[in-house]
């Protein structure tokens, strides 16, 4: 934490809880001082100049006078490699053992006296001077890694390293993560280090980002991930390149990629965008599936009203008409200082209100953070100091006793200590295997309360207990230790593991449903992840657009932001809900007792409008069951950028205003405030106007009514869309193909919350004898269900 991030702190919660920051700074920044010796002399080195390699499975090992390289494609066609002898394991990233190495691939001597791995994806050339290039199957240069260079302490440390990296001149970053300045990522400095409260990570950011290292490269020559496996702070520099307008003389794209430590290590995966996602997931593994309740619409609020406001949201919801599937809530005491248990005096009796609720159709979720006051007598903290040998809690470099509450407790290293919202509180090491067992058996409070899930809320000053930790926290990093410079960045992470692991534990008979504020590359294996209130104004809708279109790229396809800010405008408020409603996690958030806002705060016009956005969503429900199976399947996002099926239409890579939902259907939301007609952008193909029926034909661009009621949404020609009909049951919705061509789509029909296998029913469309034919294929048996045809 610097000055600034105390400045933050003292304006985000108050003069008192901003003075026990400092104190818990100033206090943190002298641990650090002691435990942390400065870097001092540096020795640079690079790799120097090639000595001799050696083929192995799937590569080998190319050998440099002051390093080696390490190269291994997997079966999967993902290839990976690593300086200094680095593993591809332990990884936080990959979710088991290392994948199997392509048999057909094998280190062999190259041009200029250099050596090249080649594949069926990739060719991975490796320059006598250690430069990295990949070439696609036709010869495309896709990158050029120039040699690495270190800096090692002479005194010994952590090496710091830079990674420099050139892309054609047309190309165009994305990811890097959830980053509220924009799924396309311009030209600036991005921080690796997940922020806290007002905290930026990039040009512009704000309040929300969810850093990884993760990015696309998308040119005329190809789309490739790179993946930086090291959750050490660092930062990426990005330039986009330039074309020389015909004189040859083209200024490539750069990358340049600097670590406080660690490996150097990364994964590539290269193809069509739907390859590569499906590459990363079967890498890094696949996203958890939601229960079907998760896909509606959900409320969140802080439960200061108890038992009673939470009857009144619910009846509200009912009596107007919104439909309502899942309240999110805390029921801890209302200064946050139980991060288990009910405060009794507001919910006397919970489980009997979530069986009301459930039986109403609405399920109960509840918020859960990992800051345990350091209280003695408190159960869980005392439950934490009888795990393993040293304890549950993330400890500091010494041996000495820490002193709570009259007492003294020993432990094997003294409990770090961090200003969260409870007060004096002390953090779980969920980079402990043990750890994560025992935090995950505390979830069977919440279950037997009737809650249906859980959502991770910091219960300190960040999405991670960054800014209440010292750099020098220590922590079990699977049994090989390590500090807070390397454990910061996946602790959500490893948090989310240990939830989703021991609800299922718990309930095996049902999906887990969890969400996180925070996350690192493979947090989709165990559920979604909610960046936080909205940013303000209308940058804010902007930003939530682009961080849940980042995160998809990123291998997580169920994410979202809450809506509905007290001081946004009427406008405002109605253009956000109409974007959330097509977000895959739709939650408004209103604090219960407050006076938060509600939809129907504003007036009937605006419950109107309301009323529409909640129900397009509810009637795209089967549609969204659908996305979520092949997200599972596949590891295509739910919300994904125009230029997915097209990545060479350079006009769509730059289009950041309007997004596809699968593949049949295209958002564009009012971004501006006044906007009543708006530009949208389209993908090659017909497209229908889903209000008015009217056909326009891509690529190009079209200029389309955009009132506060609606806003422009299109369907593909040939589309089959399942939809709720109007009696609840399940209907297909067909959108005309042109004459001679043919459309289609999948249905994955509701299996209920088990883990039950749902066929995958497909289904194409074509035009004959002036009628649109709709058949299943395969000669699948059963009834079809009904169809509704449009764009006649």
Request: hydrophobic share 40%; glycine share 16%; net charge positive.
């Amino acid at each position: 934490m610097d000055g600034r991030d105390l400045v933050r702190s003292v304006k985000m919660v108050g003069s008192v809880q901003g003075l026990r920051t400092v104190r818990t700074a100033w206090r943190h920044r002298r641990a650090d001082a002691r435990a942390l010796p400065p870097r001092g002399a540096e020795r640079a080195r690079v790799p120097g100049l090639l000595t001799g390699a050696k083929p192995g499975p799937g590569g080998g090992v190319v050998r440099f006078a002051r390093s080696e390289l390490r190269i291994r494609v997997a079966a999967g066609g993902a290839v990976f490699w690593a300086w200094d002898g680095a593993a591809a394991l332990p990884s936080y990233a990959l979710p088991g053992s290392e994948p199997e190495p392509d048999p057909r691939a094998a280190l062999e001597p190259d041009k200029d006296g250099g050596w090249q791995v080649v594949s069926e994806r990739l060719t991975v050339a490796v320059s006598r001077h250690g430069a990295i290039e990949l070439r696609t199957p036709g010869g495309l240069v896709l990158r050029r890694e120039l040699p690495p260079r270190w800096w090692e302490p002479v005194a010994g440390g952590a090496a710091r390293w830079v990674q420099r990296s050139e892309v054609p001149a047309d190309a165009r970053y994305f990811g890097l993560g959830g980053r509220v300045c924009g799924a396309r990522l311009r030209e600036g400095t991005y921080r690796l280090w997940n922020p806290g409260p007002g905290g930026t990570s990039g040009p512009g950011d704000e309040l929300g980002d969810l850093p990884m290292p993760v990015h696309l490269v998308v040119s005329d020559a190809g789309t490739h991930l790179f993946f930086h496996d090291n959750s050490w702070a660092g930062q990426v520099t990005l330039r986009e390149g330039e074309e020389g307008a015909g004189s040859g003389h083209d200024r490539p794209g750069t990358c340049e990629v600097r670590m406080d430590g660690g490996p150097l290590r990364c994964w590539v995966v290269a193809g069509t965008p739907a390859r590569v996602l499906r590459g990363w997931t079967a890498l890094t593994g696949a996203p958890a599936l939601p229960p079907s309740w998760a896909l509606g619409a959900q409320h969140a609020g802080s439960g200061a009203g108890g038992e009673e406001e939470v009857r009144r949201i619910v009846a509200a919801y009912r009596e107007r008409g919104l439909p309502l599937s899942v309240l999110h809530m805390d029921i801890g005491q209302g200064d946050g200082r139980q991060v288990f248990g009910v405060d009794r005096e507001r919910f006397p009796g919970l489980p009997r209100l979530a069986k009301e609720l459930r039986e109403d159709g609405v399920r109960l979720v509840s918020a859960v953070g990992p800051a345990v006051p350091a209280e003695p007598g408190n159960a869980v903290f005392d439950g934490g100091q009888r795990i393993g040998a040293a304890g549950a809690y993330v400890r500091d470099a010494g041996g000495r006793a820490v002193r709570g509450a009259g007492r003294a407790v020993r432990v094997a290293g003294r409990a770090v200590r961090g200003a969260g919202r409870p007060g004096t509180c002390v953090y779980p090491d969920f980079t402990d295997p043990l750890v994560r067992e025992w935090w995950g058996s505390l979830y069977e409070e919440r279950l037997e309360q009737g809650f249906s899930g859980v959502w991770h809320e910091p219960g300190s000053l960040s999405a991670e207990p960054g800014p209440a930790l010292p750099l020098s926290a220590r922590y079990a990093l699977e049994g090989r230790g390590g500090d807070h410079r390397e454990a910061h960045n996946v602790y959500g992470l490893a948090m989310a593991s240990a939830g989703y692991e021991g609800v299922r534990r718990l309930r095996p008979d049902e999906r887990p449903f969890l969400v996180s504020r925070s996350g690192w590359a493979g947090v989709q294996r165990y559920g979604g992840v909610r960046s936080g209130e909205g940013a303000a104004g209308w940058h804010g809708l902007r930003a939530s657009l682009a961080l849940v279109l980042g995160l998809g790229l990123c291998g997580v396809p169920y994410a979202g932001v809450d809506g509905g800010g007290a001081e946004e405008s009427d406008e405002l408020y109605v253009r956000r809900l109409q974007l959330d409603a097509f977000l895959p996690l739709f939650r408004t958030r209103a604090d219960m007792g407050s006076g938060g806002r509600e939809p129907w705060e504003s007036g009937p016009r605006v419950l109107e409008y309301a009323k529409a956005a909640f129900g397009g969503r509810e009637r795209l429900g089967p549609y969204f069951v659908t996305l979520a199976q092949v997200a599972r399947l596949t590891g295509a996002p739910y919300v994904r950028p125009l230029w997915w099926g097209t990545p060479g239409d350079r006009a769509l890579r730059d289009c950041e205003d309007a997004f596809l939902l699968g593949d049949a259907l295209l958002v564009a939301p009012v971004l501006e405030c006044g906007t009543e007609r708006r530009a949208v952008r389209l993908p090659r193909g017909r497209w229908y106007d889903t209000v008015t029926g009217e056909a326009y034909e891509g690529p190009g661009q079209v200029l389309m009514d955009a009132p506060l009621s609606r806003i422009p949404v299109l369907a593909r020609a040939g589309a089959v869309i399942p939809v709720r009909g109007a009696e609840g049951g399940l209907e297909l919705e067909v959108w005309a193909p042109p004459v001679g061509r043919t459309g289609g789509g999948l249905v994955v029909r509701d299996a209920g919350d088990g883990w039950a296998r749902t066929a995958v029913e497909r289904y194409t469309s074509r035009m004959a004898g002036g009628r649109v034919v709709v058949e299943r294929d395969g000669g699948e048996e059963g009834a079809m269900p009904p169809v509704r045809v449009r764009g006649l």
